[in-house]
């Protein structure tokens, strides 16, 4: 099963807001990868964390890699329309294999 | 730069069908990984590959799966026998290293009817 709590499910903003969404687990990951899918598309990936601590930017995204390193949060500044999408977190866990593990999703909607 | 590429991208069968995907991964990543989408969950694994080596498999890969990377380029994965609960996307991804970024192909929708 789902071993990464992400949250909220859903969010409904103004275009212009800023948003902000974590990913938390009781396991330990050694990354954090964000993705962005649009209906009936692949994931595509927004931003990786690979050490503990680390605050990366790509635009208006910011997500860091929690110390405790069982948790991830991805800021998204100033919202426009196109950021409407499913966000999902997933990482590698410690001592696990190569696969990626996923949260659920948090679906964003922005008003214009 | 080409993308991981997916065929097809849609596929519609009748339960019972056999249906084949066919992944190409990005030319230079000799790591490619299936995963499986149902709505309002993330992606699942299913299995990867180290070039063609099947390195893992997941306990959702039932006998009826089976995926195969010939010649570490493409990967194909068939379902024999499909059921209604098969009805998923079918997510392949390939990345350069382990433990490191996985690019994500646009899917295959499959629908059993």
């Known amino acids: 099963g789902q071993q990464l709590n992400q949250s909220p499910q859903s969010m409904f903003i103004q275009e212009g807001e800023d948003v902000s969404m974590n990913c938390t687990s009781s396991?330990?990951?050694?990354?954090w990868l964000w993705y962005k899918q649009d209906p009936g598309e692949g994931p595509v990936l927004l931003i990786a964390?690979?050490?503990?601590?680390e605050l990366t930017s790509n635009g208006r995204l910011t997500a860091q890699f929690g110390i405790t390193r069982k948790d991830s949060f991805l800021n998204i500044s100033a919202s426009i329309p196109s950021d409407v999408g499913i966000y999902f977190c997933a990482g590698h866990l410690q001592g696990g294999s190569e696969k990626l593990v996923f949260g659920k999703g948090t679906k964003l909607t922005v008003n214009p | 730069d080409t993308g991981v590429s997916q065929d097809p991208r849609h596929k519609i069968t009748k339960r019972g069908q056999n249906v084949t995907f066919r992944c190409d991964p990005i030319?230079?990543?000799?790591?490619l990984y299936w995963y499986r989408q149902t709505l309002g969950q993330g992606p699942e694994f299913l299995t990867y590959?180290?070039?063609?080596?099947?390195?893992?498999k997941s306990r959702l890969l039932s006998d009826r799966f089976s995926a195969e990377r010939p010649k570490g380029s493409f990967s194909t994965l068939e379902i024999q026998r499909t059921e209604q609960g098969d009805s998923a996307m079918y997510l392949c991804?390939?990345?350069?290293?382990?433990?490191?970024?996985?690019?994500f192909g646009p899917g295959t929708r499959l629908t059993v009817t």
């Open positions: 396991s330990i990951f050694n990354t």
């Open positions: 991804a390939s990345s350069p290293t382990p433990y490191y970024e996985q690019y």
């Open positions: 030319s230079e990543h000799n790591r």
């Open positions: 590959f180290q070039n063609e080596a099947q390195l893992e």
């Open positions: 964390l690979y050490k503990a601590g």
